[in-house]
Structure formats: structure tokens, C-alpha cells
């Protein structure tokens, strides 16, 4: 399955912003999702993921109140809505595909395929 994230940009504190991934296959049905961020400097984090139906989410503590993950299998597509950015929300984002699809998990080494990341600046 190949992943392609669009929807980073430039945006001022406070401001909001929708990434987007899109796969390359409806196998991505059998997934579950998750979005990572990678800070410059800095380890990549998890910041959300949601099941292969999409009932079920997990949040990281600095996401959540502020991001909304969501999915469309039918435009096997999985969303990041950011709401409320702050400047240490500024990373390069990259969504990814659990290899257990009723999984939720916010470590990066159980997820098996990965987008190329989408760069998101916050800006004062």
C-alpha cells in the first residue's frame, strides 16, 4: 500500500489546518491509521490513530481537544483535522498503516507502510 499526505502549509497560531492521506489501494480498509509528526531536532511522535472502521480513536495527551482523526474507506482516505495550532505543533506529518488492522497503537514500529509527510509550520 502506498501513501500519499498532502495538506501541510504555513499557518499563524491559532489557525486550523486538514491533512489529508490518500492510499493507493482499498486494502487500506484493512488498516488501521495513524499520524505521526517529526519535530526538527526531535524524535517522531504519534499524535493520532483510529481503526480500520473508524469507531475507534487514540490520542496523543497533545492532541487531543485540538486534532480530529477520521477516515473515509470509501475514498480510502484517512484525515487529520488541526484545530487551535500552536508553534510546537510545527513537524513534518506522516500518515501510516497498522500492520493490525483492530489495533490502535502509538508506536511507529507497528506500522508498516508510511506516506512521505506533509510539512505543517505554525507561525506567530
Known amino acids: 500500500v502506498q501513501l500519499q499526505a498532502c495538506g501541510g502549509g504555513l499557518v499563524q497560531a491559532g489557525g486550523s489546518l486538514r491533512l489529508s492521506c490518500t492510499a493507493s489501494?482499498?486494502?487500506?480498509?484493512?488498516?488501521?491509521m495513524g499520524w505521526f509528526r517529526q519535530a526538527p531536532g526531535k524524535e517522531r511522535e504519534f499524535v493520532a490513530a483510529?481503526?480500520?472502521?473508524?469507531?475507534?480513536?487514540l490520542y496523543a495527551d497533545s492532541a487531543s481537544g485540538r486534532f480530529t482523526i477520521s477516515r473515509d474507506n470509501r475514498e480510502i482516505t484517512v484525515y487529520l483535522q488541526m484545530n487551535g495550532l500552536k508553534l510546537e505543533d510545527t513537524a513534518v506529518y506522516y500518515c501510516?498503516?497498522?500492520?493490525?488492522?483492530?489495533?490502535?497503537?502509538?508506536?511507529?514500529?507497528?506500522?508498516?507502510?508510511w506516506g512521505q509527510g506533509t510539512e505543517v509550520t505554525v507561525s506567530s
Open positions: 501510516a498503516a497498522d500492520s493490525k488492522f483492530q489495533r490502535l497503537s502509538r508506536y511507529s514500529y507497528e506500522y508498516v507502510f
Open positions: 489501494e482499498r486494502t487500506f480498509n484493512n488498516y488501521g
Open positions: 483510529i481503526g480500520y472502521l473508524g469507531g475507534r480513536t
